[in-house]
């Protein structure tokens, strides 16, 4: 397959493109710090540059097959800023998509974005509104572009991540009266969505992912 894979440099994005050229797939990958990623394969192409830039998903996006959107939070006080990161960058995306006919988008938002927030305890609906709420309220706003764009999609819901190795053996709780909180590595995050890109699988689904 071809795919583009947008917040590509670091966190899950990075182990997708490490994961997709594993299984032989051509990837394109998006993010500011491209050029410095340290893979050497004729089967990735790097592209620089800011993901909420149209004209910049006008030459990422035509002829994938689908595009994987995992834009991360900050793993430092930046994620207590208000941002429009998720947001803008859907807005962006969307339509460069619908423009080249590519129909297949796979997103990462998080467990406690939109509906699934109802299923954290009320201590972690307090830790998650400390640290997390902004990032996460507009996580919640991009979900609800996603699910309008008229576009094949899929957004998955990982729990708490962690840096531990590939297992592919984890839950994918698809009903919301499946749906907790829990644990699952970035590799295994990863495993799932080029899986899920390959099978054409969990369509206009929001699964948590853990393990």
Do not use: C
């Not at 035509?62 to 900050?74: K, Q, R, S, Y």
């Not at 590519?102 to 201590?123: E, Q």
């Not at 996460?136 to 190795?165: F, M, V």
């Amino acid at each position: 397959m071809k795919l583009t894979v947008i917040g590509a440099s670091r966190g899950i994005g990075r182990k997708v493109v490490d994961y997709a050229l594993e299984r032989g797939h051509e990837v394109r990958a998006v993010a500011r710090s491209a050029d410095a990623m340290d893979i050497d394969s004729d089967a990735l192409q790097k592209i620089a540059g800011d993901a909420t830039d149209p004209q910049l998903l006008a030459r990422a996006v035509p002829g994938a097959d689908a595009v994987i959107l995992t834009l991360g939070v900050p793993r430092d006080l930046r994620v207590l800023k208000p941002t429009t990161l998720f947001s803008s960058t859907a807005q962006a995306l969307i339509p460069e998509m619908q423009a080249a006919g590519v129909k297949r988008l796979l997103a990462v938002t998080g467990f406690g974005t939109g509906d699934s927030y109802a299923k954290l305890s009320t201590p972690e609906k307090l830790t998650f509104k400390l640290f997390l709420g902004r990032a996460y309220a507009d996580k919640a706003l991009q979900e609800e572009l996603i699910r309008g764009s008229g576009l094949d999609w899929t957004i998955a819901r990982p729990g708490i991540l962690t840096d531990n190795a590939m297992t592919g053996k984890y839950q994918v709780l698809v009903t919301p009266e499946s749906w907790r909180q829990g644990v699952i590595s970035r590799a295994d995050v990863a495993h799932f969505l080029v899986h899920a890109a390959e099978d054409g699988s969990h369509i206009h689904q929001t699964p948590a992912l853990q393990r």
